[in-house]
């Protein structure tokens, strides 16, 4: 596997050449690029001299002008030949530059060009990094989908004691090695397969300005659209309103009410082999929606609501071989909940959260999720980007349906 390993300007510099000597012993080719900072904390010969590979410090060569034009597209060439990009030290400066897109050095511009897995280990004084700024950056940089090697805690360069540290070479490099091995475990593992994917809550009206809806943004189905078709598949995403850009490779059908959302999956149904209810379709609707607005008064004014219709129930009853994955997002009882609407429902595999935590809640660039399968089994998926999550969720569905036609 190819690696670039970037360096930050910090005195954790010294580090990042246990960290290459680690992802050698690993068996990993790896190509170091240093920022001018990091040049003031160790020199690029001891990093050429480790990886044997000569160490990009700069976006533009001081040589003759064929080699100058060859290195300044050189960040795109080096983008395109690497799987992992890995950045240690990254600095609170770095962070800044990555969460808000500035390219000024060979790191910053090659990140803009890198589509591959990114992983960054920040190293930095406790105080700068429990910052606001700090913070607000780190979570623009989750959720693209970035892994954040958190810093360890500890006595720091500037005699503050505190988290700030950066992580060991050997987790960093066991990180980048368990997300190689993913990466090349489900590469194409959904080449053939086409899936269907709801995501989004659906809006009710209640007259021509109001509606009522749930609270979802549509992230988790996104992110799943996105995984999915990363992998390979067909994806077919039936979408409620959200604000979200469309993922790549994914037919969107967009919707807005639960019985448009009803009519758009079951028109797609055949086409399907795996179907994920991963949309936040409201409960209840009002039959007979007024043409005009209602006006308010002072009297109190009820409404009779009316059931939509349960798309995931009728799914389970229609399904045949399809997998059916729903989810169920909780307050109280998440097993207990879950495993009920698995056997209402005929799910394959319910996918429970708790919706009442503030990191993992509504709106949330993060989830933290118990795969509740048919099989017996619970599994807890652990904090992580929603775009990590949902491989995880694709990891585990594929092993159901090999579950499945085995026991068959």
């Known amino acids: 596997m190819n690696v670039v390993l970037g360096v930050g300007g910090g005195i954790a510099a010294y580090k990042s050449a246990e960290l290459a000597r680690a992802l050698m012993e690993r068996g990993m080719r790896v190509q170091v690029v240093m920022t001018q900072a990091a040049r003031e904390f160790i020199t690029p010969l001891t990093f050429a001299s480790l990886t044997g590979r000569k160490v990009i410090t700069g976006l533009f060569s001081s040589a003759g002008p064929e080699e100058t034009l060859s290195s300044a597209i050189e960040h795109i060439a080096v983008a395109q030949d690497n799987e992992i990009l890995v950045i240690a030290p990254a600095t ?18 090659l990140y803009l060009a890198f589509t591959g897995r990114v992983v960054l280990a920040p190293a930095m004084n406790n105080n700068m990094w429990m910052h606001p700024a700090t913070q607000d950056n780190l979570a ?4 693209r989908g970035h892994v954040i090697v958190e810093p360890d805690e500890g006595l720091l360069a500037c005699g503050a004691n505190g988290p700030g540290r950066l992580a060991e070479p050997d987790k960093i490099a ?36 109001r509606f009522i809806s749930n609270r979802s943004s549509g992230k988790m189905g996104y992110a799943l659209a996105d995984a999915a078709a990363e992998r390979g598949a067909q994806v077919i995403l039936v979408s409620g309103p959200v604000q979200l850009s469309e993922p790549q490779g994914a037919r969107v059908v967009h919707v807005r009410t639960a019985h448009e959302m009803h009519d758009a999956v079951m028109a797609h149904l055949s086409e399907a082999g795996i179907i994920v209810k991963a949309a936040a379709v409201a409960d209840y609707h009002l039959a007979q929606v007024p043409r005009n607005k209602i006006k308010k008064t002072a009297m109190r004014m009820s409404m009779d609501l009316d059931p939509t219709p349960d798309i995931l129930a009728e799914l389970g009853q229609k399904k045949g071989d399809r997998l059916l994955i729903g989810f169920a997002a909780e307050t109280e009882n998440l097993i207990e909940s879950a495993r009920q609407k698995l056997r209402s ?64």
């Not at 623009?140 to 959720?143: F, Q, W």
């Not at 089994?377 to 036609?405: G, M, N, W």
């Open 140 to 143: 623009v940089l989750r959720k």
């Open 345 to 408: 429902k005929n799910c394959d595999m319910v996918v429970a959260n708790l919706v009442n935590q503030e990191a993992t809640g509504f709106e949330s660039d993060e989830n933290e999720v118990v795969l509740v399968l048919s099989t017996g089994e619970t599994i807890p998926l652990s904090r992580a980007p929603k775009r990590e999550i949902a491989d995880r969720i694709f990891d585990q569905v594929l092993k159901l349906r090999l579950a499945l036609h085995a026991a068959q």
């Open 92 to 109: 609170a400066d770095l962070l800044a530059r990555l969460a808000h897109g500035l390219a000024d050095d060979f790191l910053t511009t």
């Open 174 to 209: 066991g990180v980048i090695v368990d997300l190689g091995a993913a990466s090349s475990f489900h590469a194409r593992d959904l080449e053939g397969e086409t899936v269907l994917i709801t995501a989004g809550p659906t809006q009710e009206p209640l007259d021509p300005v």
